[in-house]
């Protein structure tokens, strides 16, 4: 099952790499007193193994355990500890601000917020390599290479995943 809930002190990002689909990958980052909207899955060991092979571990995002949180579940049911993909790459930073997904709901964040639209906007401003957004976007899913390139220099407007407690898995 996956249950909608709201975690304290964390907020939905974008993470420093570029999808297959063209997008800009999502991750969280600490930030507190915010609090955000979030979904939580139970898996079991085959189910978690799927959702591993589909989010590039090793290579864009670590497994991990965080601790001392705060994550309510309807009205009668709080993790104090939760599993996540962490980026490897950092999270986006523009403007001396982390970039949360402004289709998150959050509250209390200092981050700013764009729309996936907007950051892959600001992504071709910065690194170009395209004559529009459109043929820049249809390059990220085209060209591997040009993928990866663009990912390893998006990476030079992030800054690390910043939670002491967590615990790589």
């Known amino acids: 099952p996956v249950i909608r809930g709201t975690i304290n002190d964390f907020v939905s990002v974008y993470s420093a790499h ?9 991750t969280m980052q600490h930030s507190s007193g915010a609090q955000s909207e979030v979904y939580v899955s139970y898996l079991d060991p085959d189910h978690l193994k ?3 092979s589909t989010e590039s571990l090793g290579s864009h995002y670590a497994f991990a355990k965080i601790k001392e949180i705060e994550v309510k579940l309807g009205d009668d049911l709080t993790l104090n500890e939760a599993y996540l993909y962490v980026t490897l790459g950092g999270c986006l930073f523009f403007e001396n601000s982390f970039v949360a997904l402004s289709e998150v709901e959050n509250k209390n964040s200092e981050f700013i917020n764009l729309t996936q639209s907007e950051i892959l906007a600001k992504a071709f401003e910065v690194l170009g390599g395209a004559d529009s ?3 820049f976007i249809l390059k990220v899913i085209n060209s591997i290479n040009f993928r990866s390139q663009c990912t390893q220099q998006i990476r030079n407007y992030s800054k690390p995943f910043n939670y002491s407690e967590v615990e790589y898995i």
């Open 133 to 135: 957004l459109d043929n």
């Open 18 to 26: 570029f999808t297959r689909y063209g997008s800009i990958a999502a």
């Open 50 to 52: 799927i959702m591993h």
